[in-house]
């Protein structure tokens, strides 16, 4: 009866653990998408007013930033140690959420520059 509580349990954490990255593959990846759009569309905007602004440089290295937490979720639901899961899913989130914050800033910096 016990083990089959503990194998329910280890069942339940695995799916917790899958479906975050999951979640992470599938945002990360389109969050370089907005990346790359947002980069073209500073390119058109630079152009016609004039502005010279890092921007356009840091969001695309976000785009790596949120591929390289899209690379790492999909590793982590393709491995099969729980071990190696659980750290790769760490170091997943945690340059997804670095990049969030760098989208964030860029983001504030573009809103005052082009007010």
Request: with cysteine.
């Amino acid at each position: 009866m016990r083990r089959a509580r503990e194998s329910g349990w280890d069942e339940a954490t695995r799916r917790t653990e899958t479906s975050l990255a999951v979640h992470i593959v599938s945002v990360a990846a389109g969050m370089v998408g907005v990346c790359l759009t947002v980069v073209g569309l500073l390119n058109v905007v630079q152009g016609l007013q004039h502005l010279n602004t890092p921007a356009d440089n840091i969001l695309a290295l976000n785009a790596v930033v949120f591929l390289l937490a899209c690379l790492l979720a999909y590793a982590s639901l393709r491995s099969r140690s729980a071990e190696r899961r659980r750290s790769l899913e760490r170091l997943a989130d945690a340059c997804f959420l670095c990049a969030l914050v760098i989208m964030t800033a860029v983001a504030t910096a573009i809103a005052f520059e082009l007010w």
